[in-house]
């Protein structure tokens, strides 16, 4: 589906890709790259359009982030980070969501890990913590965090041994960013820690995903983590088709100093047909999974469990496929595939980078798994 995101994300990357150099070396995206982001809305992608958003339908989301994936997985993985906050501010009540995103060109940062701790005060919460590998934290204007709700000096408790937890909304200035991110793969995310020291949050500002959603439209009935699934899968497509193509350009080139030059060698050919046709394969299905949960919001939802047991199972297929695909296309790039002039270096680390993520883990395919033997999932995300 040829979307005005599509476009901008394919007008986007060659700048991208002569930006690259740059993002790396500043451990951050490179800024002409960022003012596109934020022109083309590309960061936006899963907010109202009444919010200057581009709700654009999950499967066709998926062709902007594997664009956005194929030129610098860094670029595309800001882009995606964004979503969560959007996603989830289905939560809030609509006047505060409007204001969370009432200017157009504010970027968003978050982490899932429940490190901070939110005190109950009589008009909101007091918050205090530091969280790790916070992506995009420098351009962001706004941030989400996950905290415990304590009480009376210790944490509220749900059900035994289940603490509350609360999503936090804050502005920029309200936090400090230490300088953390000293890493090889996904370097140009800028994924640093945050800290907050004891700043009041009003309770409005504050979210949890077992309240209902205040968003009457298909972007407030999607299911919210495997549709993050969808998209990691996305991305990770995105890598490991710029590392076949660049194979394939390496056999128009590269001249070994003895044997056959590459495109005469059955295994590097056999690599690339088999490979080619894996990621084909896992793309058509991911797209597939994706169109029926976006059809299933359209009609009104809820998803079925087994439409997202299906989507688990195809973002994850999809990342297992595109980390073999790289591999297999770094290896057989030989000499080449060290130096960091060439695409294969790059995208093996991202690559590995990016199968690090929690959303990306054997967890969900085994709560997938019991899903098929008419179990139910463990995982308290898995169908939210």
């Given at each position: 589906?040829?979307?005005?995101?599509?476009?901008?994300?394919?007008?986007?990357?060659?700048?991208?890709?002569?930006?690259?150099?740059?993002?790396?070396?500043?451990?951050?995206?490179?800024?002409?790259?960022?003012?596109?982001?934020?022109?083309?809305?590309?960061?936006?992608?899963?907010?109202?359009?009444?919010?200057?958003?581009?709700?654009?339908?999950l499967d066709a989301a998926l062709d902007v982030y594997e664009?956005?994936?194929?030129?610098?997985?860094?670029?595309?993985?800001?882009?995606?980070?964004?979503?969560?906050?959007?996603?989830?501010?289905?939560?809030?009540a609509p006047g505060m969501r409007a204001e969370v995103f009432s200017d157009p060109r504010w970027l968003y940062a978050c982490s899932t890990r429940p490190t901070g701790r939110a005190t109950v005060t009589p008009d909101g919460y007091r918050v205090t913590g530091r969280w790790g590998i916070v992506s995009g934290c420098e351009l962001a204007e706004w941030i989400?965090?996950?905290?415990?709700?304590?009480?009376?000096?210790?944490?509220?408790m749900r059900a035994p041994d289940v603490p509350e937890l609360r999503f936090v909304f804050l502005r920029r200035g309200s936090y400090e960013i230490?300088?953390?991110w000293h890493v090889g793969g996904l370097r140009g995310t800028g994924s640093h820690d945050v800290v907050v020291k004891d700043v009041?949050?009003?309770?409005?500002?504050?979210?949890?995903?077992?309240?209902?959603?205040?968003?009457?439209?298909?972007?407030?009935?999607?299911?919210?983590?495997?549709?993050?699934?969808?998209?990691?899968?996305?991305?990770?497509?995105g890598v490991a088709q710029s590392a076949v193509?660049?194979?394939?350009?390496?056999?128009?080139?590269?001249?070994?100093?003895?044997?056959?030059?590459?495109?005469e060698r059955p295994a590097v050919l056999g690599e690339i047909g088999r490979h080619s046709a894996a990621l084909d394969a896992a793309r058509s299905y991911l797209r597939a999974c994706a169109a029926q949960l976006w059809r299933t919001a359209v009609d009104g939802g809820p998803p079925a469990l087994d439409?997202?047991?299906?989507?688990?199972?195809?973002?994850?297929?999809?990342?297992?496929?595109?980390?073999?695909?790289?591999?297999?296309?770094?290896a057989a790039g030989g000499i080449n595939s060290l130096y960091t002039a060439c695409p294969l270096e790059r995208a093996h680390r991202d690559m590995h980078a990016m199968r690090r993520h929690i959303v990306g883990q054997p967890m969900w395919l085994e709560d997938a798994g019991r899903v098929r033997l008419g179990a139910k999932p463990t995982h308290p995300l898995y169908a939210v």
């Amino acid at each position: 589906m040829n979307t005005p995101a599509l476009v901008a994300a394919r007008e986007l990357s060659p700048l991208i890709v002569r930006l690259r150099d740059d993002t790396e070396a500043n451990r951050n995206i490179a800024a002409p790259i960022v003012d596109r982001l934020r022109d083309g809305r590309l960061c936006r992608l899963a907010v109202a359009e009444a919010l200057a958003g581009l709700a654009v339908p999950l499967d066709a989301a998926l062709d902007v982030y594997e664009t956005l994936a194929y030129a610098d997985a860094s670029v595309a993985w800001i882009a995606w980070n964004n979503s969560l906050p959007c996603f989830l501010s289905r939560f809030l009540a609509p006047g505060m969501r409007a204001e969370v995103f009432s200017d157009p060109r504010w970027l968003y940062a978050c982490s899932t890990r429940p490190t901070g701790r939110a005190t109950v005060t009589p008009d909101g919460y007091r918050v205090t913590g530091r969280w790790g590998i916070v992506s995009g934290c420098e351009l962001a204007e706004w941030i989400l965090l996950l905290c415990v709700v304590e009480e009376n000096g210790k944490p509220r408790m749900r059900a035994p041994d289940v603490p509350e937890l609360r999503f936090v909304f804050l502005r920029r200035g309200s936090y400090e960013i230490l300088d953390t991110w000293h890493v090889g793969g996904l370097r140009g995310t800028g994924s640093h820690d945050v800290v907050v020291k004891d700043v009041p949050v009003p309770r409005a500002l504050t979210l949890f995903v077992s309240e209902p959603s205040t968003l009457d439209a298909p972007l407030g009935r999607l299911p919210i983590i495997c549709s993050m699934a969808a998209v990691y899968g996305a991305q990770v497509l995105g890598v490991a088709q710029s590392a076949v193509d660049t194979l394939v350009e390496l056999t128009t080139t590269k001249v070994p100093p003895e044997g056959p030059a590459l495109r005469e060698r059955p295994a590097v050919l056999g690599e690339i047909g088999r490979h080619s046709a894996a990621l084909d394969a896992a793309r058509s299905y991911l797209r597939a999974c994706a169109a029926q949960l976006w059809r299933t919001a359209v009609d009104g939802g809820p998803p079925a469990l087994d439409e997202i047991t299906a989507m688990w199972g195809a973002g994850l297929h999809a990342a297992s496929v595109a980390e073999a695909a790289v591999d297999a296309m770094y290896a057989a790039g030989g000499i080449n595939s060290l130096y960091t002039a060439c695409p294969l270096e790059r995208a093996h680390r991202d690559m590995h980078a990016m199968r690090r993520h929690i959303v990306g883990q054997p967890m969900w395919l085994e709560d997938a798994g019991r899903v098929r033997l008419g179990a139910k999932p463990t995982h308290p995300l898995y169908a939210v």
